[in-house]
C-alpha cells in the first residue's frame, strides 16, 4: 500500500493562475513532511518541512500546510519559471528514511 | 562546498557488465542514501548508510552493493546488470542525529543509466 499519493499527476496552469498541489499519506507517528522541487534532468531541490497538523511555511509563491492525513502545496499567481515537477515525501517515526510520492509536474505557461 | 557529487553523469552497459556509480559529499553529513527514479514511480530508497562502517537495506536493495569506508564517499555497485535496472539513480545525504530538526537531505544530479 503506498504511503504517499500525490494529486493531480500533472497541473497546467496560465501565469498568474493560483492553485494547489495535494499530498496524502498514510503513515503513523510522522515524524516531518518534506516538499522538493525537481527540474528536468536534476536532483530534487529542497523547499520546506513540516512537522505537525497546523505548521504553514512560505516560500516566495509557494506555500506549505499540513493536516494529519494530508498537505498542499500552493502556488499563488504562479510564473513560469515555477514550472517543476513538485516531490513530497514522509518521514516515519525514528527512522531517516523518506517515502516519495510520485510527484506533481507543474507547467505555467506565459 | 560542492554538495554532493556523482559521477558519471551518464553510462550505458550491456546485460551481465558491473559498474560503480560515484557519490561523494564535503557537508561532513552521517547519512547517506541511494535512491532510483523511474517514470511514474517516485524515488525509492535502494541502501542508505548512517556513518562510516554501516550500511542497511532500504525497499528496492536486490542486485546492489554498497559499502561505506569514508564519511565522503558512497558508491553503489552493480555486480550483474539487468535491463530492470535501466533508471535515474540519486545519490543524497543529510547530517546525522534524532533531534526534531534535523537537516533535511540533499540530493546530487543523478546518473542516468541504461542497461542493453
Known amino acids: 500500500e503506498d504511503q504517499v499519493t500525490q494529486s493531480p499527476e500533472a497541473l497546467r496552469l496560465q501565469e498568474g493562475e493560483s492553485s494547489s498541489l495535494n499530498c496524502s499519506y498514510t503513515v503513523s507517528g510522522l515524524r516531518g513532511l518534506f516538499w522538493y522541487r525537481q527540474d528536468p534532468g536534476k536532483g530534487p531541490e529542497f523547499l520546506f518541512t513540516?512537522?505537525?497538523a497546523g505548521e504553514e511555511k512560505e516560500k516566495e509563491r509557494l506555500k506549505a500546510t499540513l493536516t494529519k492525513k494530508e498537505s498542499f502545496l500552493h502556488i499563488t499567481a504562479p510564473k513560469p519559471e515555477d514550472s517543476a515537477t513538485y516531490l513530497c515525501?514522509?518521514?516515519?517515526?525514528?527512522?531517516?528514511?523518506?517515502?516519495f510520492g510520485a510527484g506533481t509536474t507543474v507547467t505555467v505557461r506565459a | 562546498n560542492a554538495g554532493v557529487t556523482q559521477t558519471p553523469k551518464f553510462q550505458v552497459l550491456k546485460t551481465g557488465q558491473s559498474m560503480t556509480l560515484q557519490c561523494a559529499q564535503d557537508?561532513?553529513?552521517?547519512?547517506m542514501s541511494w535512491y532510483r527514479q523511474d517514470p511514474g514511480m517516485g524515488l525509492r530508497l535502494i541502501h542508505y548508510?548512517?556513518?562510516?562502517?554501516?550500511?542497511d537495506q532500504g525497499e528496492v536493495p536486490n542486485g546492489y552493493n554498497v559499502s561505506r569506508s569514508t564519511t565522503e564517499d558512497f558508491p553503489l555497485r552493480l555486480l550483474s546488470a539487468a535491463p530492470s535496472q535501466t533508471s535515474v539513480y540519486f545519490c543524497?545525504?543529510?547530517?546525522?542525529?534524532?533531534?526534531?530538526?534535523?537537516?533535511?537531505?540533499?540530493f546530487g544530479p543523478g546518473t542516468r543509466l541504461l542497461v542493453l
Open positions: 515525501a514522509v518521514q516515519e517515526g525514528g527512522d531517516y528514511k523518506l517515502s
Open positions: 513540516l512537522y505537525s
Open positions: 548508510s548512517v556513518g562510516a562502517g554501516i550500511t
Open positions: 543524497a545525504s543529510s547530517s546525522n542525529g534524532l533531534s526534531r530538526y534535523r537537516e533535511t537531505q540533499y
Open positions: 557537508m561532513n553529513h552521517e547519512y
